[in-house]
């Protein structure tokens, strides 16, 4: 199972970036996806997750301004991101839990400039 993460970038403080994370390999189903990020000398934490019915769930500091969603068809899970703040910055990593264990992309930067 292979995980490509694409949409990281520079942006502006108050910009939107849009990340997307497409599964593909040996996978049949999955339970939960979620994104991940590590700041700079912190430790690696949750942004936000979508169950299979799509229930969700965001870090506190994120509610309102990022959106997570899913295409089940295309086994891809996005993280709209608006408004983003410095303290933004990190490098983001996508989570996919499938019933043959956890998998992990390869991570995209997001920088925000002040």
């Known amino acids: 199972v292979q995980l490509q993460a694409s949409g990281g970038g520079l942006v502006q403080a108050g910009g939107s970036l849009r990340l997307s994370c497409a599964a593909s390999?040996?996978?049949?189903?999955?339970?939960?996806m979620g994104w991940y990020r590590r700041a700079p000398g912190k430790e690696r934490d949750l942004v936000a997750a979508?169950?299979?019915?799509?229930?969700?769930n965001y870090a506190n500091s994120v509610k309102g301004r990022f959106t997570i969603s899913r295409d089940n068809a295309k086994n891809t899970v996005y993280l709209q991101m608006n408004n983003l703040k410095p303290e933004d910055t990190a490098v983001y990593y996508c989570k996919v839990d499938a019933p043959s264990g956890y998998y992990w992309g390869q991570g995209t930067l997001v920088t925000v400039s002040s």
């Open positions: 979508i169950s299979s019915g799509g229930s969700t």
């Open positions: 390999g040996r996978i049949f189903s999955i339970n939960g």
